[in-house]
């Protein structure tokens, strides 16, 4: 009942009748949901009846997958949407790689004690093994949300981590060096979210997502920034099986003591999720000289302060039955560091390419070949390049 946007006695209204619909649906507690109204022999009268059929909502999952910061890797996590039957998320996820390796343990309340106020916590634990540095993480996240209106949340969280960077590299960048040995990282982040699409697999609406996070600069810890991100998505649909996508992403990250930023809480660009056709090597602002085991003097690779990136996409769903899409793209953006800035047009780099989703019984399974438009920030003109996520499920 808490989902549905008419209540007995309510006078009938059709746009309130879908909006239940679509919040049901979104629960992922149903693989499906009708409804349906039954005369009352009152005039003025009708009933309504809603069909629900339940999905399990508890997987054990496996996985193996590619990026290209990770390389391949392997994953395995096990999860419950629906705890004790009263809407509560339990989640264990282990994933390893020759450069990574992490573990998050994740509960969730979408409504504590019955209210609209929801409440998550994440442990975990990372290793990271970096060109230039090792950094091994354990912390701690909590996150409150609360809803305004039928279509936006607002969020306030927290986190706290104790990391360790090992293996620097000689002559790294002071935003690496600055941090080598034990550090605490405590940040307060808030977060906006209006979501109007239509499903989980979106053919309709938009999303707008507003973030920021503050660390250091009076709550302690060692690192000190102030992050801020906007994200705004549009689907756009006249078939089913047809629909355009648009997204826009913005981002800064800015000092609030004499600190430098450190590199980790900077923006790395290009990928399969972000660029497609460079990777992150490609577009990352480059420091000082320094030397990287096994490849000698580079410059390092600090990531970004300010970042954009627009994507278009055509989502062609060919076979709606086994979940296959072909989907043309063009990607834009830029990533760059505040220190080296001149003209943002000097850093703007394109791509275009075909993409390939299929969602498999092994899970989604996305295939990219796109093709870089301009030279990337090493002045070099790249060749097309493949990308791909699987995930595999048992």
């Known amino acids: 009942m808490r989902e549905l946007r008419l209540a007995d006695g309510d006078a009938y209204d059709g746009a309130k009748l879908r909006r239940s619909t679509t919040r ?3 629960l992922g507690y149903f693989s499906a949901v009708d409804t349906e109204l039954v005369p009352t022999g009152q005039d003025e009268e009708v009933d309504l009846k809603i069909k629900i059929k339940e999905t399990n909502t508890g997987a054990i999952m496996g996985g193996v997958g590619y990026s290209a910061y990770t390389d391949v890797g392997v994953s395995a996590s096990i999860s419950e949407r629906n705890l004790f039957g009263r809407g509560y998320g339990l989640a264990l996820q282990g994933f390893f790689s ?5 573990g998050t343990l994740t509960f969730s309340n979408p409504r504590i004690y019955d209210t609209n106020l929801s409440f998550s916590n994440s442990l975990y ?3 990271d093994n970096w060109d230039e540095f090792s950094k091994e993480t354990l912390g701690d996240s909590i996150q409150f949300g609360y809803p305004l209106g039928d279509y936006t949340t607002a969020a306030l969280g927290y986190r706290l981590e104790r990391y360790v960077l090992s293996d620097v590299a000689f002559g790294a960048d002071e935003s690496i060096r600055k941090y080598k040995g034990v550090n605490w990282t405590s940040a307060v982040r808030a977060n906006l979210v209006r979501d109007t699409t239509d499903s989980a697999r979106p053919t309709k609406g938009t999303i707008t997502r507003l973030s920021a996070e503050y660390g250091g600069g009076g709550l302690g810890g060692s690192d ?3 992050k801020t991100v906007a994200d705004w998505q549009a689907f756009y649909s006249w078939f089913p099986n047809h629909t355009w996508h648009l997204r826009g992403r913005l981002g800064g990250v800015f000092q609030n003591t004499d600190s430098p930023i450190p590199a980790f809480e900077r923006f790395y660009v290009g990928g399969i999720d972000t ?3 460079y990777s992150t090597t490609d577009l990352s602002p480059r420091g000082k000289l320094s030397l990287v085991p096994g490849k000698g003097f580079e410059r390092s690779q600090i990531g970004g302060d300010r970042m ?4 278009l996409e055509y989502i062609w769903t060919f076979q709606q039955d086994m979940g296959l899409s072909l989907v043309p793209f063009f990607d834009a953006g830029f990533n760059v560091d505040q220190r080296q800035w001149g003209s943002v047009q ?5 791509s275009a390419g075909l993409e390939l989703r299929w969602r498999s019984p092994m899970g989604d399974l996305r295939i990219a070949y796109g093709i870089p ?3 990337d920030y090493d002045k070099e003109m790249e060749s097309g390049r493949f990308e791909f996520t699987m995930g595999q499920y048992f």
Do not use: E, P, Q
């Open 346 to 350: 000097d850093y703007i780099v394109a």
């Open 24 to 26: 049901l649906n979104r």
């Open 98 to 102: 020759w450069r990574k390796s992490s």
């Open 224 to 226: 000190n920034f102030v």
């Open 275 to 277: 660029i497609r056709g």
């Open 308 to 311: 954009g990136i627009v994507n």
């Open 125 to 127: 634990y990372t290793h």
């Open 373 to 375: 438009l301009v030279k």
